[in-house]
């Protein structure tokens, strides 16, 4: 049984990862940030739960020990946990930006380096997912710093995949679009953005976390062996429209 690390893994995006991962016949390693999100997983078997931030590095390297002192090293990273920020290009200052590279750039740029560290010590192929979006490849406002952490993890992969091509360690991009995550519910409130967004997307209505979920687990999988560097937009057509 192949192991996975998922970061964010309580909410959104990452619960769902999670779930179809497991119910593939992975076993997860899942960092949640809030305790309060553990309780999701309680009827889930082949799952370990580590409380914590991406942030926090030491966290990330006792999660990679501790699969390998239970022989079971994870071969799988996921990386979804990211904070999202809109705020005027204006009144965007240094600690803004700050805050939020170091969670959505500088800690998956660490939590790589020791995942493929650990997979070449071990002599082992791996896979990586970056979680990305389509606002790192397009124009959004008042998201310019968010979108340019997306961007960058965009071409961080692209960089890590030619690289680590050598070592067997893969590394792929998925991009969503407009999904129903926490956000969701309080967005389509606002009636006539909502109608701007589903009048926008090509397939006219927005993306299920379980969409996301099932391209990252054929990204992590060995179905995808031939994949690398890649960046797939899961935006109902957004992009290409």
Request: glycine share 8%.
């Amino acid at each position: 049984m192949k192991s996975i690390l998922v970061t964010g893994a309580g909410k959104g995006i990452g619960l769902a990862t999670t779930i179809s991962l497991i119910n593939e016949g992975y076993f997860v390693f899942a960092l949640i940030k809030n305790k309060k999100d553990n309780k999701k997983f309680k009827n889930f078997k082949n799952i370990k739960i580590f409380n914590g931030n991406v942030n926090n590095i030491k966290k990330i390297s006792s999660i990679i020990e501790y699969s390998n002192r239970v022989k079971n090293p994870i071969t799988g990273l996921v990386n979804n946990a990211g904070i999202r920020q809109r705020k005027n290009f204006l009144k965007i200052g240094k600690k803004d930006l700050e805050n939020i590279f170091e969670t959505n750039f500088f800690s998956v740029f660490k939590i790589m380096q020791i995942f493929s560290k650990n997979l070449i010590k071990k002599k082992m192929k791996g896979s990586i997912v970056n979680i990305a979006s389509i606002v790192g490849q397009s124009g959004f406002s008042e998201l310019s710093a968010y979108g340019s952490t997306k961007g960058a993890i965009i071409s961080l992969t692209k960089s890590f995949a030619v690289e680590f091509a050598k070592k067997n360690i893969r590394a792929n991009c998925v991009s969503p679009g407009f999904t129903k995550t926490s956000f969701y519910e309080k967005f389509k409130k606002k009636k006539k953005l909502y109608k701007w967004t589903i009048d926008r997307i090509p397939l006219a209505k927005w993306g299920e976390p379980s969409d996301v979920a099932d391209t990252v687990c054929f990204l992590i999988s060995d179905k995808s062996n031939y994949i690398n560097g890649e960046n797939i937009n899961v935006d109902g057509g957004w992009l290409s429209a």
